[in-house]
């Protein structure tokens, strides 16, 4: 069983035929590799969940890299509407402002209408090039699947100045990316937050994802509530670049010295650390550890205190060591923990934390 999308957003249940095992690439009588959507069904047809996994492919990368892109050719069709863009824009420059096209492009016309920022578009002139051929009627039926999926109309805008390249999807791979989703148990409200939040998510196939998110499950040892948790906290993560990720694994685990077990912890609760600079991100996690003396178990069990600027950690940590509040043991009175050094803003911070009035906190930043 798998599930589809209906005109409004809420989620129907819709059988599918019963087949044997599927695998990622099937093959064609010519030999070639099978379309994207097919391959991207087969990780649906695998069937639901259990409690206890993810159940992503655990083979998933090896499969993606030996997908062969299918090239297409271009056609009679594909020319005539080249030429049809010169009725609109005589003249594609290697820098150019689609508004000046606006008094002649209905599709561009509508477009500003949802809200969208044509400066955004006008940095990918490949795109601007497309664009500008399209007819807007050939484009509602995206922009009616996003409203579906949970992009509220207010947001329309912000969101195709972020992904414009939505339009070259198709509709029938778009849904079978978020049936791979309602496939892997989540609930309407996790995908709608995921779109919402990573507007680039729908670009990615569902191979992609599969491997993306066993990954994670893999490395942090995460259970199959606990990748929803992530995906949906922090779903730009998701698709963000894995060498990456691994060298920050790589920095938490034997620069800062947190255990496997302490790094998942940061990661459920602080997925956007994993996003940071990382000297940046070590830097900071120095001061906090070896100059005011948080421990780790401090650190993990307040992490915000990893997200907070250095220079706000610095002058409240001086400024506390200076009237001599600067007491980091929780067995200890006047406890300040590393969640409120960090939080409010600086009047919260000195009627609750330093005791003193913000004057007085004012006046020694001056001396910095």
């Known amino acids: 069983m798998t599930f589809i999308l209906r005109r ?10 019963q087949r044997p095992a599927v695998t990622f690439l099937q093959r064609n009588s010519s030999g070639n590799a099978a379309t994207d959507q097919h391959q991207e069904k087969a990780l649906i047809l695998q069937g639901p969940l259990d409690d206890t996994s993810l159940d992503c492919h655990p083979k998933s990368e090896e499969i993606y890299d030996a997908v062969v892109p299918i090239k297409k050719k271009n056609d009679a069709l594909s020319i005539a509407k080249e030429e049809e863009l010169f009725d609109v824009a005589p003249e594609i420059r290697p820098t150019f402002n689609l508004a000046a096209y606006a008094n002649k492009s209905h599709t561009l016309q509508q477009m500003v209408k949802l809200g969208v920022n044509l400066t955004r578009w006008e940095r990918d002139q490949e795109f601007s090039t497309y664009i500008l051929k399209q007819d807007f009627e050939d484009l509602k039926q995206h922009i009616i699947f996003l409203n579906d999926v949970g992009v509220v109309a207010d947001d329309l805008g912000r969101w195709l100045s972020l992904n414009p390249h939505i339009f070259r999807e198709s509709i029938d791979d778009l849904q079978v990316r978020i049936n791979y989703l309602i496939s892997k148990k989540f609930q309407e409200s996790q995908i709608s937050r995921i779109v919402m939040h990573n507007p680039k998510w729908l670009l990615h196939s569902t191979v992609e994802i599969d491997s993306k998110l066993g990954f994670f499950q893999r490395t942090f040892k995460l259970t199959n509530a606990e990748v929803r948790l992530l995906a949906t906290k922090q779903p730009k993560l998701i698709t963000h670049d894995l060498n990456l990720i691994k060298k920050r694994n790589f920095s938490v685990l034997e620069e800062m010295g947190f255990s496997t077990d302490e790094m998942k912890s940061l990661l459920l609760s602080k997925p956007k650390l994993w996003m940071l600079h990382g000297v940046s991100l070590m830097r900071r996690f120095d001061y906090i550890h070896n100059q005011i003396g948080f421990t780790h178990t401090q650190i993990v069990d307040f992490p915000k205190v990893l997200m907070s600027r250095d220079f706000r950690i610095k002058e409240r940590h001086k400024y506390l060591k200076l009237i001599g509040r600067d007491q980091f043991d929780p067995s200890k009175p ?8 960090v939080a409010g803003d600086d009047a919260e911070f000195c009627t609750n934390i330093a005791k003193t009035p913000v004057k007085d906190f004012n006046n020694f930043l001056k001396t910095l």
């Open 8 to 17: 409004g957003g809420s989620l129907l249940r819709s059988s599918l035929i």
């Open 334 to 341: 006047n406890y300040v923990s590393p969640d409120s050094l």
